[in-house]
C-alpha cells in the first residue's frame, strides 16, 4: 500500500485547509484510514481516523473544527480543516492499516500564524 499526501500550507488563524490522501496498492485490505500530524519537538498523535463503516474518531482538541472523510471505492481519505488555530501546526501524516500493518504517507505540512 502507498499513500499520496496533498494539500497542506500556509494560512493564517481562523482560516480552513483541505488535506488529501490517495492509497494505491491493494487498498481493498484497508480497515482504518486516518491522519496524524507531529509538531516540531513533539511525539507524532492521532487527529482523525476512520473506518470502513464510517465511524469516525477524533482527538478532542479538533472536535467541531475538523471533519474527516473516507471514498472507499477511490481509496481516499480527506481532512477538512476550519478554524485553524497555531497549534495546529505540524507535519500531517495520511495513515492506513492492512490487517496488522500500519502505512504512512510523506507527510503535508501544516502552518498556522497567529
Known amino acids: 500500500v502507498q499513500l499520496q499526501a496533498s494539500g497542506g500550507g500556509l494560512v493564517q488563524a481562523g482560516g480552513s485547509l483541505r488535506l488529501y490522501c490517495r492509497a494505491s496498492g491493494n487498498i481493498y485490505s484497508l480497515s482504518v484510514m486516518g491522519w496524524y500530524r507531529q509538531a516540531p519537538g513533539k511525539q507524532r498523535e492521532l487527529v482523525a481516523s476512520i473506518r470502513r463503516d464510517g465511524v469516525t474518531n477524533y482527538r478532542d482538541s479538533v472536535k467541531g473544527r475538523f471533519t474527516i472523510f473516507r471514498d472507499i471505492a477511490k481509496a481516499t481519505v480527506d481532512l477538512q480543516m476550519n478554524s485553524l488555530k497555531p497549534e495546529d501546526t505540524g507535519v500531517y501524516y495520511c495513515?492506513?492499516?492492512?490487517?496488522?500493518?500500519?502505512?504512512w504517507g510523506q507527510g503535508t505540512l501544516v502552518t498556522v500564524s497567529s
Open positions: 495513515s492506513a492499516r492492512s490487517g496488522a500493518s500500519d502505512y
